[in-house]
């Protein structure tokens, strides 16, 4: 079974620009979380979805968005970017929402200059 | 709010000594707990997980027991290779219905021939 997908892999942005960031969970996973990581900050919790609703949301200003799609895909979205928004972005996939284990992807590497 | 408090690395070691990572957490109610691992470049991986007291998570030969009278969760194994060599990362779910983590800062483990 594929793992958790996320593209694009590597991304570089100027501040003031926008970026989606795309995620594919294993397949049959209905829930997708996604994670901001910094050196500074460390990993921190963004959102989470689950059937398309969101249920949860991290301490992050409005630019950060999100939404996923009847067939669990989620983008999260970033507007007016910030040179702090330069992070690895992940995404994560679990079978149901019931505090169900998280599987990761490889992340979005995003830089903004 | 919950936290997970790790030791802090690097933690440097020759191949086929024992390894000990500190992990302790504070928590209402009663959370799952993880230990994730990220090699260079990628993202995060599951290595165990435990989601009640006295529960003993273990996997390649890494374990750690869910203390709820120390909450502490430390990982160990008994004998590293240098393909151990990572950042390692203990985190809590913070309860049923929701699917967010909370992490700790991360430990790097370096294993030298």
């Known amino acids: 079974k594929a793992g958790v997908t996320q593209t694009p892999r590597y991304l570089i942005k100027t501040r003031g620009q926008q970026v989606t960031l795309s995620c594919s969970p294993i397949s049959g996973h209905r829930s997708v979380s996604w994670y901001q990581q910094t050196p500074g900050q460390g990993l921190q919790f963004l959102f989470e979805y689950f059937s398309e609703t969101q249920r949860n949301k991290g301490n992050f200003p409005g630019r950060f968005s999100g939404r996923q799609f009847s067939n669990s895909r989620s983008e999260m979205n970033v507007s007016t970017l910030e040179l702090g928004d330069s992070a690895l972005y992940l995404c994560a996939s679990s079978l149901d929402a019931g505090g169900e284990t998280q599987y990761f992807g490889p992340g979005t590497r995003l830089l903004v200059l | 709010g919950n936290s997970v408090t790790q030791m802090e690395g690097p933690v440097t070691l020759s191949e086929e000594a024992f390894l000990t990572i500190n992990c302790t957490y504070t928590a209402t109610g009663y959370p799952s707990l993880f230990w994730y691992v990220q090699y260079p470049g990628e993202g995060l991986q599951l290595l165990l997980k435990?989601?009640?007291?006295?529960d003993k998570g273990s996997n390649k030969g890494f374990e750690a027991t869910y203390r709820k009278e120390t909450t502490s969760f430390h990982l160990e194994k008994g004998s590293v290779q240098v393909s151990d060599s990572a950042v390692y990362f203990c985190a809590l779910s913070e309860g049923t219905g929701f699917q967010k983590l909370v992490f700790g800062t991360g430990t790097r483990l370096l294993v030298s021939p």
């Open positions: 435990a989601t009640k007291a006295d």
